[in-house]
Every structure is written in C-alpha cells, then in structure tokens.
C-alpha cells in the first residue's frame, strides 16, 4: 500500500514562489506515475504536473507552463516548485501516484485524475493580490 502526504502550503502574494513536498511511505518507486494537481471549491480536479517514470519527461498545465516545475527526489519525495505565483493558483494541493506508467505516457492522460491510485489529503495554497 502507498500513502502520500503534502506539506508547504503556504499564504502567498502574487510574484511569489513556494514549494510543495509530498512525502511516500510504501511502495513509491521509480516505476511510479507522479503528478500533482489542484482543485478548487465547485471545480473538477485539474492536473498540474505530471513526471513521466524512467524517462524523466514532465508534461504541464498551460496555465503553470514555465512557472513550476515537478521534481522527484529518491522516488520517495515528490515537489512542485511554484514561481511567479497569481491569484489564479489558489487551491489545494494534491499529489498523486499510479503504479502503472502507460497511465501517464501521454500528458493528455497523465494530466488526468482517474489515471491514478494513490492520492494526498492536499495541502492548501492560497496567493492574494
């Protein structure tokens, strides 16, 4: 069994950056799918980030490509670096992991929430103007 937890959410002014972390306890490797995504009050689930297994390929959201960027670290810790923040990335926080890596070979897929298993709790960000 796999348990991710987030921290770093933080409070932000627009212009600012913050780092996210998710920490895995279980069976978190390198074979692993590791994303993150967002969601806010009345939306859907919005991926974020996607690191592609064994290949080290990343796929984007338009709306955060050339602003973050998702590293993993020991294929045990997972982090989303957030620069030049704006109000628009107000949201909670979640990381992600599916141990089946066609589930991310693509960004349409691995930008997409019923592609994984293993979900955080979310840790809130919040950037004001």
């Known amino acids: 069994q796999l348990q991710l937890v987030e921290s770093g959410g933080d409070s932000r002014q627009a212009g600012g950056s913050l780092r996210l972390s998710c920490g895995a306890t279980?069976?978190?490797?390198?074979?692993?799918?590791v994303g993150w995504f967002r969601q806010t009050a009345g939306k859907e689930r919005e991926g974020v980030a996607v690191?592609?297994?064994?290949?080290?390929?990343t796929f984007y959201a338009d709306s955060v490509k050339g602003r973050f960027t998702i590293s993993q670290d020991n294929a045990k810790n997972l982090y989303l670096q957030m620069e030049s923040l704006t109000v628009e990335d107000t949201a909670t926080y979640y990381c992600?992991?599916?141990?089946?890596?066609?589930?991310?070979?693509?960004?349409?897929?691995?930008?997409?929430?019923?592609?994984?298993?293993?979900w955080g709790q979310g840790t809130e960000v919040t950037v004001s103007s």
């Open positions: 690191l592609v297994p064994g290949t080290g390929t």
């Open positions: 279980g069976d978190l490797n390198a074979r692993h799918c």
């Open positions: 992600a992991a599916d141990p089946r890596w066609y589930h991310c070979k693509t960004a349409r897929q691995g930008l997409m929430e019923n592609q994984y298993l293993y």
